[in-house]
């Protein structure tokens, strides 16, 4: 079956240290998304691409940064420079971007940075 | 950028009682998602709409563009349904950028 992978589920770092969280589909999809979730908050977006090599920053995107060599992956990684990492992280891809048809979710990664 | 404001925040409900979470927005928009968060984390998209109502198994959501609102019903409700439900809209014009988020309901149905 299609979907998004996202790996790991948890995940925990020492403060100063980079990291990447994975994100995985199988989907075809062209569009693919990086959002943050805090308590009490909606969903944030971090950054976002539209096609393969091509990549927008989003609302909240300074301390990260993305790529986008393969369709199918878009790794997100959190450096130094985030100022409050620790956070619930959720990847998503769409057929068109913009999100309007098919928009689909992956399981997410929790990071806690200690 | 666009306001989506859910309501309640916080439901808690017996089983067996008729749900409804509210959605409502302030601009234009082109397409409104319901979604569904459960305590793992990972997010199921329930229904897209852009007009009229939707209905999948016990659950109904339906929207009304002049009014900018949306509803999301659970009919029969289980300890099964309790999550967090999101409402997220496409903006109309709107970029690249995806969906506009609200910030969720968190509903518990105690058996």
């Known amino acids: 079956d299609g979907g998004i992978t996202q790996s790991p589920k948890y995940l925990f770092r020492k403060e100063g240290q980079n990291v990447t969280l994975s994100c995985e589909q199988n989907?075809?999809?062209?569009?693919m998304y990086w959002y943050r979730q805090d308590p009490g908050q909606g969903l944030r977006l971090i950054y976002y691409s539209q096609i393969v090599n091509d990549f927008q920053k989003g609302d909240i995107a300074e301390g990260y940064s993305v790529s986008r060599e393969k369709k199918e992956s878009f790794p997100l990684t959190v450096t130094s420079a985030q100022k409050n990492p620790t956070a619930f992280y959720l990847c998503?891809?769409?057929?068109?971007?913009?999100?309007?048809?098919?928009?689909?979710f992956g399981s997410g990664t929790r990071l806690t940075v200690v | 950028k666009n306001e989506v404001e859910q309501s309640p925040q916080n439901l808690t409900a017996q089983e067996g009682e008729f749900i409804t979470i509210n959605c409502s927005y302030s601009?234009?928009?082109?397409?409104l998602h319901w979604l569904q968060q459960h305590p793992g984390g990972g997010i199921v998209s329930l229904f897209m709409?852009?007009?009229g109502k939707k209905k999948h198994g016990r659950l109904i959501a339906t929207i009304n563009i002049q009014e900018k609102h949306s509803s999301l019903h659970i009919t029969a409700s289980h300890p099964r349904d309790s999550a967090v439900y999101i409402c997220a809209v496409r903006l109309v014009g709107g970029g690249a950028d995806g969906l506009t988020f609200g910030k969720g309901t968190h509903l518990i149905i105690q058996p």
């Open positions: 998503a891809s769409s057929i068109v971007p913009g999100g309007g048809v098919g928009y689909t």
């Open positions: 601009v234009g928009i082109s397409a």
């Open positions: 989907l075809n999809h062209d569009a």
């Open positions: 709409l852009s007009s």
